[in-house]
């Protein structure tokens, strides 16, 4: 009988440890749903121009301390940089100074977009989620 406990005991250990594995991945390749109201939208692309002129003022309270994003930013062969992923589904982080946050649900992966706040275009980055 010991020899049997033994294995049940070390087969429930087992499903356990892989389950908080299993739980600790996911968590990374998932997201969480924007609290509150949605930031907004990027600009789509057309022809190298922004598809509207909706631009937002921004504001000089908003500015972060130099340098503070600067290091996490890649770009592409033509020299445009990729927007930067964030903890919320379809929302990514802008990659020109202040870096809001910015819906990109009707954007697809790899689509130039403009930023409505800077004016400057940028490249939606390949995001791996499961939402």
């Known amino acids: ?3 049997h406990r033994s294995i049940l005991a070390f087969v429930a250990l ?8 299993v739980q600790q991945i996911a968590g990374n390749f998932t997201r969480d749903v924007y609290p509150g109201t949605r930031p907004p939208h990027v600009i789509a692309d057309v022809d ?11 504001k000089d309270t908003d500015l ?8 996490t930013i890649r ?3 033509d020299g445009l940089p990729y927007g ?7 929302i990514i982080v802008s990659p020109y100074a202040p870096h809001y946050q910015l819906d990109y649900s009707s954007s697809q992966v790899g689509e130039k977009v403009w ?8 490249y939606i980055p390949r995001l791996y989620t499961f939402n």
């Open 14 to 21: 087992s499903c356990t440890l892989s389950s908080c594995i």
């Open 48 to 58: 190298g121009k922004p598809a509207s002129q909706s631009w937002i003022q921004v």
């Open 84 to 90: 930067l992923p964030c903890e919320f589904s379809d």
């Open 115 to 122: 930023d409505p706040y800077t004016r400057k275009p940028f």
């Open 75 to 77: 770009t592409a062969p």
């Open 1 to 3: 009988m010991k020899p």
């Open 64 to 71: 972060p301390p130099a340098g503070a994003v600067a290091k």
